[in-house]
């Protein structure tokens, strides 16, 4: 695993990089997959009224179709690092579990292990280019075919609003989304 270490506004001792190494290169133990991860950690200091939430350890996980993220907050950025990696570790328990649940059930159909890209940025109009120069960060990720149920987890652990998948029963791009009352919503595009 490949594990990033930044600071944000704050400089990052290497004791504490080292310990944000250490603790998340344990996460492929537990999830097989990740041993060609990306880890990115990222530390901030924030002025706080209370002491104990002062530094702020964002860590993302990305690699073979797997995406897993922790926010943790933290007095010492030590204390933070460590709540994140045992947030982690239980989110890729909970997905390998999930791994292992699925390919024991009997009544699961056989999804193909084509993998499929994001569609690529086309070249925008001139009179269209003041509009995307706005847009400041453009992601590409890889895509493989998941339930319903597999887009939910997956939106929970990253901890986003919505999420893109592509629908394994549909075999299309589906947006899955979190409504104000708390459920979720699913938006499947109509090609005319």
């Known amino acids: 695993m490949d594990v990033t270490v930044r600071g944000k506004h704050v400089e990052v001792s290497e004791p504490v990089a080292e310990r944000a190494r250490r603790k998340l290169g344990r996460l492929d133990?537990?999830?097989?997959?990740?041993r060609d991860a990306v880890v990115e950690v990222d530390i901030a200091q924030e002025r706080a009224k209370e002491p104990d939430r002062r530094y702020v350890v964002h860590v993302t996980v990305s690699g073979n179709g797997v995406h897993l993220r922790a926010e943790e907050r933290a007095a010492r950025p030590?204390?933070?690092?460590?709540r994140a990696s045992h947030v982690?570790?239980?989110q890729a328990r909970?997905?390998?579990?999930?791994?292992?649940?699925?390919?024991?059930s009997p009544t699961r159909q056989e999804v193909g292990a084509e993998q499929v890209g994001s569609p690529s940025v086309m070249e925008p109009a001139d009179h269209e280019s003041s509009l995307l120069d706005k847009v400041a960060k453009v992601k590409r990720f890889r895509m493989k075919p998941m339930t319903m149920e597999e887009a939910v987890e997956q939106m929970e652990a990253l901890s986003h609003t919505f999420f893109l998948f592509l629908d394994a029963d549909l075999e299309q791009l589906?947006?899955?989304?979190r409504r104000g009352a708390g459920d979720y919503g699913l938006i499947i595009p109509e090609l005319s």
């Open 29 to 34: 133990h537990y999830l097989p997959l990740l």
């Open 78 to 82: 030590e204390e933070a690092i460590d």
């Open 88 to 90: 982690l570790t239980e």
């Open 94 to 104: 909970r997905y390998k579990q999930r791994l292992y649940e699925r390919s024991r």
């Open 174 to 177: 589906a947006l899955l989304y």
